[in-house]
């Protein structure tokens, strides 16, 4: 008889591995899409909240909100044994080095359509890697 269900995700990737009677834990695991360079777009649950737990790695958790359609961003850098929420209704994306992973908490199935996106500009792109970059580099700076 096994009690204790475990679950391991290795692969790159988003991974709902454990879907119940109303939520879901899922594992996001490092893939180039997260990269800072790579980040295009923001996105948003109109459904659920989505909670985040850094599991390892360096990860910039990103919030916006929409004023006159232009975002405006909150950054900041995951710290491990940390519970972050980003609230239903929240414009949000998440920038991650290599190695890096994250366990997510939301409404079951949010991952098969409770999603929009909003693409940014050239220019926003630019701002936004910046943020992280910037964030990124005090942890550097504290490294040492």
Do not use: C
């Not at 109303?22 to 659920?48: C, F, P, S």
């Not at 929240?90 to 994250?102: L, R």
């Not at 079951?108 to 910046?130: A, C, I, Q, R």
Request: negative net charge; aromatic residues 10%.
């Amino acid at each position: 008889m096994e009690l204790i269900e475990k679950y391991n995700v290795k692969h790159a990737g988003y991974h709902p591995f454990l879907i119940r009677d109303g939520w879901q834990v899922a594992q996001l695991n490092y893939m180039a899409d997260q990269e800072i360079r790579n980040i295009r777009k923001l996105d948003i649950h109109h459904l659920t909240d989505e909670v985040f737990v850094l599991l390892k790695g360096k990860v910039v958790l990103i919030g916006a909100v929409l004023e006159n359609s232009v975002p405006k961003f909150e950054v900041e850098l995951m710290k491990p044994n940390l519970t972050y929420n980003i609230p239903m209704g929240t414009w949000h994306n998440i920038a991650m080095t290599k190695g890096s992973e994250v366990l997510i908490i939301e409404k079951s199935n949010t991952h098969l359509g409770d999603f929009e996106f909003f693409p940014l500009t050239y220019k926003k792109m630019v701002e936004l890697y910046n943020m992280v970059e910037m964030v990124l580099d005090e942890t550097k700076v504290n490294d040492i």
